[in-house]
């Protein structure tokens, strides 16, 4: 498998989320250690992306955002809580990843949700 160029990652990730959904950080990446971006990209190939990935996409959506909540990643959730419509995450399973999160990280977790029940509150 040939090594993806950081303009092809950059693409994916603007195809999949949204230009206005990339993070500052990823565009800076892009601009100024591309590598970087390149890393990015390979390590979603070999994860959500993966053929060996035993989950389906609705499932590691999920958990990605599960992840992201508890490191407190608004840059992450925001990202892919664009892709909760495309995959057929509802409002329901959203409150139930933050209280799931919340439960296991015991503190600051609610916090850190205000982008997922933005992005819920949107939906209506």
Known sequence: ??????????????????EEYMSSAMKAAHKTAPSLLVDHGISCDQSIKSEENPFDMKTSVLIFLAAALAFKDEACLSAFAQLCDDVGISNEE?????????????????????????FMSKRN
């Open 1 to 18: 498998m040939q090594k993806p160029t950081a303009d092809e990652v950059y693409k994916m990730m603007q195809d999949a989320i949204g």
């Open 94 to 118: 959203l409150t139930s990843l933050i209280r799931i999160v919340k439960h296991a990280a015991a503190s600051g977790v609610i916090g850190s949700s205000e982008v997922l029940l933005d």
